[in-house]
């Protein structure tokens, strides 16, 4: 169990952080969100390809993590739209 916690959680920071490279631009998100969006990817990506059978192979689970990585890129592009800190104005229109 514990160590599920811990594997997580790495595997969660990897994803995050390289979701925030793929996506273009600025991200106004903390480290903290990062790893929120990037635990939360790997956890329903793992049960995605638990689900399609894929999760347990023999070697590196690559579909696995793609699917990891797709859906962290999917979450980080949503709190980056649409997360903390949105207020619906733009730069330069006045109040």
């Known amino acids: 169990m514990i ?15 390289l979701a925030r490279l793929i996506v273009p631009g600025r991200q106004n998100m903390s480290i ?3 790893l929120i969006v990037g635990i939360v990817a790997a956890l329903i990506g793992t049960l995605i390809a638990q689900g399609i059978g ?13 699917l990891q990585l797709v859906l962290a890129v999917v979450g980080v592009l949503l709190v980056v ?15």
Do not use: K, Y
């Open 3 to 17: 160590g599920a916690i811990v594997s997580a959680v790495v595997i969660g920071a990897i994803v995050g952080a």
């Open 54 to 66: 894929v999760a347990d192979t023999r070697g590196i689970d690559w579909v696995e993590h793609i």
């Open 32 to 34: 903290g969100l990062t």
């Open 81 to 95: 739209r649409f997360g903390p800190g949105r207020t619906g104005r733009t730069r330069g229109t006045p109040t």
